[in-house]
């Protein structure tokens, strides 16, 4: 005889809980989950409990959000999603007044102080939203919270539900997943980017502009970079628009990960410092307030950040011309140009100018500033650059044993020369006979060579 029974609420808070990933809102790094490993910011001390982030604020300090999904229950065909219909696998839910009552106990007894509010898409995303609206209105008008509640909108939510989710959250978000129509048909048969997801986002921005007290304050979403192969510079196209135009207060990004059975399953996975270059990238629009044209160069001829220098050097390196910046002359603008210097900063700097003059690295360092990366951009009186380093370019695939076998010949040692070598001194027929840095500009040989 089968007995089925219905999972208490532990077991559904440790397995929805979980799922609930969103870029720094993810579990654990040490779990053995895809939520896991998709996280590129999650420290275990970071997630004291099931369901429990200690999410960073803008002024240092840190809050315990409850961050859970509703269900992961999903009819969507996403192909990068382990939440998807491609993936077999046992699915939980929380009912309206089990869930609100939950976040109730946990926050009376302190442990959380706001809320992380996703799901999978389960029927329509309007009846989806719908379910969240009223998790949140309990929590709200019958337990009578009124901190931070962050709140998903499902995509393709109709235009009553989103201004509904306006009135109850103090954010809300849709997962926008791709910057592009053409990524979106390569991720989704069932989903249209402008219809499910930017149409939300267009109401959301015009609820914004009633600066109604009472409703949200902000929006935000998420990318998952790497699974449609769009270019970084398709990415930043985008976040221009959600910037510029829409006012978002933040984008994620989320390294893609492939998903066992998932139409995806065998794409390779996208480098973690992909992500952390986009991330560099977004801080030079959002907060130092880039322009277009000033980024540009940071893109390779594929429309790709460069992984060897992240985008601020590489702006400044193709701008030699604005280059060494005098430190006591420079304006907010120009010293927010320089590598290793930022907005706090440039602030004490400007602080510091007024009283005297700035003459020393200390009192630079004191302030902030990282010297290994600003010390190429900076001038003041006595300034004195670095010390310039040779170079290590790996040119040549020798072996070790030759090139070391060599440099003990040249050098004098006793040990016998390696294979293609002799003992005569370098620059000598004799000696260059195989050797791999022979006729190349600078080494002894290449005169010899001319001659």
């Keep these: 005889m089968l007995i089925k029974s219905e999972p208490d609420v532990y077991t559904k808070l440790k397995h929805l809980t979980g799922m609930a990933t969103d870029d720094v809102l993810s579990k654990p790094s040490e779990a053995k989950t895809y939520a896991a490993s998709r996280g590129p910011y999650s420290r275990p001390e970071k997630n004291p409990a099931p369901g429990v982030y200690k999410a960073s604020m803008p002024n240092g300090k840190t809050i315990n959000l409850f961050r859970v999904m509703f269900t992961d229950h999903c009819k969507m065909d996403c192909h990068f999603c382990p939440n998807s219909h491609w993936v077999p696998r046992k699915r939980f839910a929380f009912k309206v007044d089990e869930l609100a009552r939950t976040f109730h106990e946990m926050e009376r007894q302190h442990t959380v102080a706001g809320m992380f509010l996703s799901s999978g898409v389960a029927g329509t995303g309007s009846k989806t939203t719908e379910k969240l609206i009223k998790v949140v209105d309990l929590i709200r008008n019958k337990y009578h919270f009124n901190g931070y509640i962050h709140l998903k909108v499902m995509p393709g939510t109709e235009k009553q539900y989103v201004e509904e989710a306006f009135r109850l959250g103090t954010r809300l978000s849709v997962n926008l997943e791709t910057p592009t129509v053409e990524g979106m048909q390569k991720l989704s048969k069932m989903k249209q980017l402008q219809r499910d997801m930017l149409d939300p986002m267009q109401w959301t921005d015009d609820l914004l502009r009633t600066r109604d007290p009472n409703g949200a304050v902000g929006q935000a979403t998420q990318l998952v970079v790497g699974a449609a192969d769009e ?221």
């Excluded at 207060?249 to 066992?260: A, D, E, G, I």
């Design 231 to 451: 270019s970084d510079r398709d990415i930043f196209r985008r976040i221009d628009q959600l910037y510029g135009e829409w006012h978002f207060k933040r984008v994620y990004y989320n390294p893609f990960f492939p998903v066992r059975h998932t139409p995806l399953e065998n794409h390779p996975a996208t480098p973690m410092i992909r992500t952390n270059r986009l991330y560099q990238l977004d801080w030079l629009k959002r907060i130092y307030k880039y322009a277009n044209e000033e980024i540009e160069p940071a893109f390779d001829g594929a429309g790709f950040l460069p992984y060897e220098d992240d985008p601020k050097i590489a702006i400044a390196l193709a701008n030699p011309d604005k280059f060494p910046v005098h430190i006591n002359e420079a304006s907010r603008i120009d010293l927010l140009r320089i590598p290793g210097i930022g907005p706090k900063s440039v602030d004490r700097i400007l602080i510091q100018r007024r009283s005297h003059r700035i003459d020393n690295w200390r009192d630079l360092v004191s302030m902030g500033v990282v010297r290994k990366r600003a010390s190429a951009f900076v001038t003041f009186p006595g300034a004195e650059p670095l010390r310039a380093k040779q170079l290590k370019l790996d040119l040549f695939k020798q072996p070790v044993a030759v090139l070391q076998a060599h440099t003990r010949s040249v050098s004098g040692g006793d040990a016998s020369p390696g294979v293609g070598q002799s003992g005569a001194p370098c620059g000598q027929a004799s000696s260059c006979t195989g050797c791999p840095m022979f006729g190349m500009p600078g080494h002894p040989g290449s005169l010899t060579k001319a001659a």
